[in-house]
């Protein structure tokens, strides 16, 4: 009997150390992020100019989407992803600078700033195909792969893996990372009628500026009308319209209620916008 027993407690123990390792084997990292440290990395181009400044996404469990967002309900169902991988994400949205120089080395046609500046200022009036151009450029310019983040990308990387509805919490916090003109009390640079320069206002824990605001930004996914063919891992979801894609996130026109990280707008891929802009994400080699 006792024979018994102790063959009983061998078998449990051997299931446990089997299931353990499995798991192991599947998420090889903690699904859960804390003390991130901020990594940072920048490639040259080809004429030793810089590429643009990239922060390093680990990898962990976020969510995605939300749920009775005002009369917004494409956000639905929220959803757990899982990264498996380390991704880089530009630490602010591409600037004119940025996007000018990718036009007088191609020739590509310059967007109009709508007489609100270039330099810092993050660049607008472009399509989705425009993007798509730039990131190629980058790619060849670099030797690496450069491209738009999947939706699941985006939103993982700007709520830094948190499951609040915004990287700080679940209540809206005036001038932190949005300025709503009406409330008053904005950072200086952030109160004027249009978008403001990029990086002005405060980054999110993984050290990304202009999350919650400045611009809406081109993401690589098909149009979908909510989240239930969502992939659950980092990879776009092209079950959707293919001819419009999402500008994910709030922008500068947007009012404190409408502000929120799971925000989604469909949009034609020839779409432009002085509300709409983008960033770059760089894969990282394993």
Sequence with gaps: MLNKIKLSYLLTLILFIGIGVGYTTLYPF???????EIVYMQDK????????KMVIIPPGK???????????????????????HAYALSETEITFEQYDLFCQTTKHACPNDEGWGRGQQPVINITWFDAMAYTE?????TGHIYRLPSEAEWEF??????????????????GLDHCDRDLGNCPKGSDLAHPWKVGILTANPFGLFDVTSNLSEWVLDCASDNHFNATGNHEPNYSGNCSESIAKGANWLNAQPYVQHSMRAILPK??????????VLREISE
């Design 30 to 36: 903690d699904l859960t992020i804390k003390n991130h």
């Design 137 to 141: 450029w980058l790619t060849k310019q």
């Design 157 to 174: 990387a700007v709520r830094a893996g948190q499951s609040s509805q915004f990287w700080w919490g679940d209540e809206y916090k005036q």
């Design 62 to 84: 976020g969510t995605i989407g939300s749920e009775n967002f005002r009369s917004f309900r494409n956000a639905e169902p929220v959803y757990q992803v899982i990264i498996k």
């Design 270 to 279: 020839d779409y432009i916008s002085y509300a709409v802009g983008f960033r």
């Design 45 to 52: 181009l080809n004429n030793e100019k810089l590429a643009p």
